[in-house]
């Protein structure tokens, strides 16, 4: 029998999302060295009235998310490509505008 090591990653959820899920955070099972684009994916398998609000219909990021990982965005170290580690924390939600 093939081992196949898996770690535990936690997505936030902010209002939106939040509601859509109905709870604030969700706890995801994912490969080891999964990415953050696996990680959304897993989610918007799970939790598709969430995933539907992540992704358009050819199942891209829309691109007015911003996406965190640990607080930091992703843009700033490879994107939706950043690997994940065992206990860390995916957060995603529209820009913050006012006026």
């Known amino acids: 029998m093939l081992y ?16 859509a899920a109905g709870r604030e955070r969700v706890e995801l099972e994912l490969p080891a060295g999964a990415t953050c684009q696996e990680a959304l994916r897993r989610l918007s398998e799970l939790l ?14 829309r691109d007015h ?5 640990n607080g930091r965005n992703v843009a700033a170290f490879g994107g939706l490509s950043a690997r994940l580690s ?3 924390s995916v957060t995603f939600f529209p820009p913050i505008g006012g006026g």
Not at 6 to 18: A, C, D
């Open 86 to 88: 065992d206990g860390d």
């Open 4 to 19: 196949c090591p898996t770690m535990r990653v936690t997505v936030k959820l902010f209002g939106e999302f939040r509601e």
């Open 48 to 61: 598709p009235e969430v995933g539907g609000l992540l992704f358009d219909r050819e199942g891209r990021l």
């Open 65 to 69: 998310l911003h996406v965190f990982l």
